[in-house]
């Protein structure tokens, strides 16, 4: 499965965390991330992620892009709520989480949810996303 990985600043380290704690359910699939997320995930656990351009530069069209192609099958997307969508140095969260609800891509935006949807994931409760792909 494709799994996108993308974090605002401020929850970098949280991700690299969390993908520290899930690496053995995360090495199974496929990682795509911005550019700065990405390289803080391969550096924290060895995974291989493959890195679109930093968010700031398009990395968050680029990712968009593979949504709306329907390549995703999961999106785990850490944010800060107290930043204002239009800082054009973060990803725009609203953008993202919409595009996923517009193609039904399981969408996680905090730890708690992100870490059921990682454990799902493991279970298999997510291989209906290979038939509408």
Known sequence: MNI???AHNSKK???EDFCIAYKGILAKHEIYATGTTGRRIEEATNLHVHKFLAGSVGGDKQFTAMIERN???MVILFHNP??????SKEPNVYQISSFCDQYNIPVA??????ESLILGLDRGDLEWREQIR
């Open 4 to 6: 996108g990985i993308i």
């Open 82 to 87: 107290n930043m204002v969508d239009s800082n």
């Open 109 to 114: 935006t905090n730890i708690a949810t992100a």
């Open 71 to 73: 390549a995703m099958d």
């Open 13 to 15: 380290s949280l991700i």
